[in-house]
């Protein structure tokens, strides 16, 4: 299978999921690549928080993978901030070849286990 792991990384928890998700799909055969989706500008809590209230976007830096038809199956990873980051937010706004794709999604939180 082809296969796209996409993914917004603030403090690297997320990075270090893709990149084991990466590195497992590819022991088991697969051919993978990724996409790190960047925000033009990033921010402390308090102005994502108030991007997120008051905006609901913000703006990514231009995509190397802009199509994603020719995957099989796309992976999509985000920080948990209580529903899907900006970045990754915007990041699907603008990719193409989703519909009728495989999707699955996976997240790291900064809450302690068990909460």
């Not at 990466?22 to 790190?36: P, W």
């Not at 995509?63 to 699907?92: E, F, Q």
Request: aromatic share 12%.
């Amino acid at each position: 299978m082809k296969i796209l792991v996409a993914y917004y990384s603030k403090g690297g928890s997320t990075e270090k999921i893709a990149q084991a998700l990466k590195n497992e799909l590819e022991a088991r055969g697969h051919y993978v690549d990724t996409e790190i989706v960047r925000s033009v500008k990033e921010h402390n809590f308090f102005i994502w928080w108030y991007l997120r209230i008051f905006l609901g976007e913000c703006q990514i830096q231009p995509l190397k993978i802009k199509d994603v038809s020719k995957y099989d199956a796309i992976c999509l990873g985000s920080p948990n901030w209580t529903r899907l980051s900006l970045p990754m937010a915007r990041y699907l706004n603008e990719v193409t070849g989703l519909r009728n794709k495989n999707i699955g999604f996976f997240c790291a939180t900064a809450a302690p286990p068990g909460l």
